[in-house]
């Protein structure tokens, strides 16, 4: 495929610029060197010249160190989680492209009932239109309700990235530096195999729409760090609040915790392992670099 990689230094760009090469997949970035990603005729004219096969738009805003910039920085946050996303649907839908982009499972809290988690079909619920949500969910939220009926598009929803390479941005790297950790259950995407699923998704061009790509199952915070100890990862000791309301105290927005269903992209035939092998084997190959440790 001839590929345009939108956001491809950043953490999950640079995953997905390595498999497409690896690969042999054609690809080029795409940033705001080449053309104005704000204005949709600038894009579809690009698109009109470069003449790609596909279209991966890694690119969003996810605050640094963590999601409580995105309370400060609301306008580059809503324009890159939001804004940018539309822009490139109609962009791409009157080239006639298409295209992926990275999405999140951020938008849900919680777990809905007794099933496996929330669906493809079920509506954010950690969201602008519910008021509970941090700026960066409800940035994402709303990102996928512009792009609710885009043609030739798939939504790819990520949830806590980690691998083996430690990164300010693995979720791993991150527990290993924080002073202090919220006992809570999450779904989470091993970087490597979110990947590799979507791009699969582009080369068997399996049915547009949304897919939650994470690894089946659930896992709490205490669990990882279980295996950070059987691992021999880190000799540190581990603290965690003593309940929610202790950790939303020193934190300025509230966070999503939650549990996503990946029965449908299993079905599909996407390779994802479940959620405890994918940790064990980015543990049984960690790649370690000295981190410091902060807040939460």
Not at 62 to 70: H, L, S
Not at 150 to 168: E, G, H, K, T
């Amino acid at each position: 495929m001839r590929v345009l990689l939108i956001g491809a230094s950043g953490y999950v760009g640079q995953e997905f610029a390595d498999q497409l090469t690896d690969l042999g997949h054609r690809w080029k970035p795409l940033g705001r060197r080449h053309c104005d990603l704000y204005s949709v005729d600038a894009v579809a004219h690009y698109l009109e010249e470069e003449a790609p096969e596909a279209v991966i738009n890694c690119a969003g805003y996810t605050g640094k160190p963590n999601v409580d910039a995105c309370e400060t920085n609301r306008t580059e946050c809503l324009a890159a989680n939001a804004v940018l996303p539309g822009i490139l649907a109609e962009a791409c839908a009157r080239v006639g492209v298409r295209w992926g982009h990275v999405s999140s499972g951020c938008i849900y809290t919680g777990r809905p009932g007794a099933g496996l988690g929330f669906t493809e079909e079920d509506r954010p619920n950690f969201s602008f239109r519910q008021d509970n949500c941090s700026f960066y969910s409800g940035s994402k939220a709303l990102g996928e309700e512009l792009l609710a009926g885009a043609s030739q598009c798939y939504l790819w929803r990520l949830r806590i990235p980690f691998s083996a390479v430690d990164s300010p941005r693995n979720y791993l790297s991150k527990m290993l530096r924080y002073s202090c950790l919220l006992e809570a259950e999450n779904s989470l995407s091993f970087l490597p195999e979110y990947v590799t699923a979507a791009i699969a998704c582009l080369e068997r061009r399996l049915p547009y729409g949304i897919y939650n790509l994470t690894n089946p199952g659930s896992v709490w915070t205490s669990e990882v760090v279980e295996m950070f100890e059987a691992f021999g990862i880190s000799e540190k000791s581990f603290y965690f609040f003593p309940s929610e309301q202790a950790f939303r105290r020193v934190t300025v927005a509230p966070r999503s915790n939650c549990v996503l269903d990946s029965s449908k992209a299993l079905a599909a035939g996407l390779q994802l392992s479940p959620v405890r092998d994918a940790l064990r084997n980015a543990l049984a190959n960690w790649q370690t670099v000295a981190v410091e440790a902060t807040g939460t």
